[in-house]
């Protein structure tokens, strides 16, 4: 990640899971409610942890208040949900407590599943809610950059990868056109058409930032 010289460099917000590599940038950080989702659901699958159940639902419903609703939520409501939040954190820490350590035994004490989500959400508030805490400004989820790069990798893995340094490169323009083109509500079929008698769709011509 250091090679690529993009996230030393990055003040924004970084959307990403709970993996330690990413949280050494000092840009602002995000997490991603899919991920965190997904967890929910095992916990409450496997362990039958009525907490992580409405958890999820609290989610899902700022969400809606947020990105489906467009409500505009005010500094009341926002701290309202946040409230919620807090006091169904208090109960994941109720039905998992504090792993006690053994006598004689080294090291770090070993915590359950459902302890680790939800330490990671007490302690990560901010960045989980960020979402809501900006009016949507930031995304609910990493989903639209998985989808950004799922092609390169089902290039890699299905279409025989890529056999040169310049048909990777290639490869990686012509995707990143099209996503480009895409975010710009542009006919991807015409963005296309232009290519091959060098007239491709400039950023510039469309207004965009």
């Known amino acids: 990640m250091d090679e690529m010289g993009v996230l030393k460099k990055y003040t924004g917000v970084l959307m990403h899971d709970f993996w ?31 907490w992580a159940k409405d958890m999820r639902k609290l989610l899902e419903e700022m969400y ?16 309202e949900f946040g409230d919620r939040y807090d006091k169904i954190v208090g109960q994941g820490e109720l039905a998992n407590p504090k792993p006690q350590k053994k006598k004689g035994k080294k090291g770090r004490t070993k915590n359950t599943k459902g302890g680790n989500l939800v330490n990671r959400l007490k302690k990560h508030k901010h960045e989980v809610l960020r979402f809501l805490t900006t009016n949507g400004e930031i995304p609910f989820t990493n989903n639209q950059a998985e989808r950004d790069i799922r092609m390169m990798k089902v290039q890699q893995k299905i279409s025989g990868t890529f056999r040169t340094e ?8 012509i995707r990143g056109y099209i996503s480009t083109m895409r975010k710009q509500d542009q006919s991807v079929f015409q963005a296309l058409k232009g290519l091959p008698v060098a007239q491709p769709v400039l950023i510039s011509s469309l207004g965009a930032e």
Request: with cysteine; hydrophobic share 35%; proline share 2%.
């Open 166 to 173: 310049t048909g990777a490169t290639e490869f990686a323009i």
């Open 64 to 79: 809606s208040r947020v990105f489906k609703e467009e409500a505009g939520l005010s500094e009341a409501e926002i701290q």
């Open 20 to 50: 330690p590599a990413y949280a050494k940038y000092s840009c602002q950080h995000a997490y991603c409610n899919a991920h965190i989702i997904r967890e929910l659901q095992g916990v409450f699958d496997g362990f039958k942890q009525e």
